[in-house]
C-alpha cells in the first residue's frame, strides 16, 4: 500500500509564481525523498530530508518535515516552464525500500 | 557513465508470452529495484535486491521473477504476460545514503 499522499493532485500556477505541494504518510520514518517526473521519462531526485531534520533547501527548492504530524512540502520558488512535471514523494521506512505517492502534476503557464 | 539503463523502451506482448525487461547500471551500487507506474497510482515496488545472488518480493510480485547474478544487471522477467500487467517500468539503483537513480523507463503494452 502506499505511504505517501500528496495534495493537491493537480496545481495550476503562472511563471514567476511559487508552487507549494504537501504530502502526508502513516509510519514513522528514516527519510523522505521529493522526485520529479517529466512527461515520459523516468523520476530525477530532488532532495532528501532526513527525520531529524526539519527544513532543507536546494536551489529554488524548499523542502520542510514534520515529524510530529507526518506530513512534508515541497515549495518551488518563481516557477519556470521547465518546472511543468509531476512531483512525487517517497518514504524511506529505513530499508531503503521507497513507498511512493500518487503525485502532484505541475502546470506552469506562461 | 550511462548511469541506469533499460531495454527496451516499448514492447508489445501477446496474452500469455513472456519476455524479460533488461536493466542495467554502472555506478557500482548495491541495491536495485523493479516499479510499475500505472495512471494514478505513482510507483509500485515489484522486486528489490540488496546485492548479487540476493532478491526479495515487494509490493506487487505475482507474475514476476528477477535475478542477480552480477551487480550491475537485474533483469525483469514476466512469465506469462496479462492485461493486467500493461504498465510502464521502471529500474532503480540506490545509493549509499538512499537517493534513488532511475532508468528512462519501458512501455509495455499486453494485447
Known amino acids: 500500500s502506499q505511504q505517501g499522499e500528496e495534495d493537491p493532485q493537480a496545481l495550476s500556477i503562472q511563471e514567476g509564481e511559487n508552487a507549494t505541494m504537501n504530502c502526508s504518510y502513516k509510519t514513522s520514518i528514516n527519510n523522505l525523498q521529493w522526485y520529479r517526473q517529466n512527461s515520459g521519462r523516468g523520476l530525477v531526485h530532488l532532495i532528501l530530508?532526513?527525520?531529524?531534520?526539519r527544513e532543507k533547501h536546494s536551489g529554488r527548492l524548499r523542502v520542510t518535515l514534520d515529524t510530529s504530524k507526518k506530513s512534508s512540502s515541497l515549495l518551488i520558488t518563481a516557477s519556470r516552464a521547465a518546472d511543468t512535471a509531476s512531483y512525487f514523494c517517497a518514504t524511506d521506512l529505513n530499508d531503503y525500500k521507497l513507498s511512493f505517492g500518487a503525485g502532484t502534476t505541475v502546470t506552469v503557464r506562461a | 557513465n550511462a548511469g541506469v539503463t533499460q531495454t527496451p523502451k516499448f514492447q508489445v506482448l501477446k496474452t500469455g508470452q513472456s519476455m524479460t525487461l533488461q536493466c542495467a547500471q554502472d555506478m557500482n551500487h548495491e541495491y536495485m529495484s523493479w516499479y510499475r507506474q500505472d495512471p494514478g497510482m505513482g510507483l509500485r515496488l515489484i522486486h528489490y535486491s540488496v546485492g548479487a545472488g540476493i532478491t526479495d518480493q515487494g509490493e506487487v510480485p505475482n507474475g514476476y521473477n528477477v535475478s542477480r547474478s552480477t551487480t550491475e544487471d537485474f533483469p525483469l522477467r514476466l512469465l506469462s504476460a496479462a492485461p493486467s500487467q500493461t504498465s510502464v517500468y521502471f529500474c532503480?539503483?540506490?545509493?549509499?545514503?538512499?537517493?534513488?537513480?532511475f532508468g528512462p523507463g519501458t512501455r509495455l503494452l499486453v494485447l
Open positions: 532503480a539503483s540506490t545509493a549509499e545514503m538512499g537517493t534513488q537513480y
Open positions: 530530508i532526513r527525520s531529524n531534520e
